[in-house]
């Protein structure tokens, strides 16, 4: 299935009580799994990140809202629902990204690190969210979320480019990825050279390289669906 694209004014994201059957039923084959994957990658924590159980756009006061139900579970559970081929369909791996355009046209993409759940694979900064991008009125802040990821793994603070008025959200079977383009005032090497200094600075880096990609199709199956479709999709836009 291609991913399919929209485009939304804003994100409203809140967290709910819920119980996912998914992760009691397989509790035992979960914990097998974590312990597999534990034994070839121990850099893993099993913290607590934030996953949605709903994922809808509506249309509210004249403006298209994505509103997102989130709930909390353990990485463990997440890290087998994804292995095990997305099994419960209810369920959406929401998250926020940065799209960040050098002043020459080129994109900002991070390569996941040895320690890394996706070791090797190429993404816009990013994560899942977790209970750190709660709010105390229990919004989900997905904004701050990407603000947060951008700084932590790229050392690059989000309100030095100019960023879109909208969110793409693109949905890649169970991923739905909110990206947000951020115009840079910089050329994609100075970029680039600016994120290889926090990389080498960091005594952990979540990224072990970052790379500056033209827009277009690109054949690498280290790019996710979703990446692959956005960087082809921009040639189209501008």
């Known amino acids: 299935m291609e991913p399919r694209f929209d485009r939304v004014d804003r994100l409203d994201c809140r967290l709910v009580a819920h119980?996912?059957?998914?992760?009691?039923?397989?509790?035992?084959?979960?914990?097998?799994?974590?312990?597999?994957?534990?034994?070839?990658?121990p850099e893993m924590y099993d913290g607590p990140v934030?996953?949605?159980?709903?994922?809808?756009?509506?249309?509210?006061?004249?403006?298209?809202?994505?509103?997102?139900e989130a709930f909390e579970t353990r990485f463990s559970r997440f890290l087998a629902?994804?292995?095990?081929?997305?099994?419960?369909?209810?369920v959406f791996n929401c998250f926020a990204m940065p799209a960040v355009r050098s002043s020459d046209g080129a994109w900002l993409v991070g390569e996941m690190?040895?320690?890394h759940s996706a070791a090797g694979q190429r993404f816009f900064p990013g994560g899942t969210p977790d209970p750190d991008d709660v709010l105390d009125d229990g919004v989900?802040?997905?904004?701050?979320?990407?603000?947060?990821?951008?700084?932590?793994?790229?050392?690059?603070?989000?309100?030095?480019?100019?960023a879109a008025a909208d969110w793409t959200v693109i949905f890649d079977r169970q991923r739905v990825a909110c990206i947000k383009r951020i115009d840079w005032p910089e050329p994609a090497e100075a970029i680039r050279a600016r994120v290889r200094r926090h990389l080498e600075a960091e005594a952990a880096p979540e990224l072990s390289d970052v790379h500056m990609m033209a827009a277009g199709r690109h054949e690498d199956p280290r790019l996710p669906a979703f990446m692959t479709a956005f960087l082809a999709r921009v040639v189209e836009t501008g």
């Open 50 to 68: 934030l996953l949605a159980r709903r994922a809808a756009i509506e249309t509210d006061g004249g403006l298209r809202v994505l509103r997102l």
């Open 19 to 41: 119980r996912w059957d998914f992760a009691e039923a397989e509790a035992a084959r979960i914990d097998r799994h974590w312990a597999e994957r534990l034994a070839r990658t």
């Open 113 to 115: 690190g040895s320690q």
């Open 140 to 162: 989900v802040d997905l904004a701050g979320s990407l603000a947060r990821e951008l700084g932590e793994e790229t050392g690059l603070a989000a309100a030095e480019g100019a």
């Open 81 to 90: 629902w994804r292995d095990f081929g997305w099994p419960d369909q209810s």
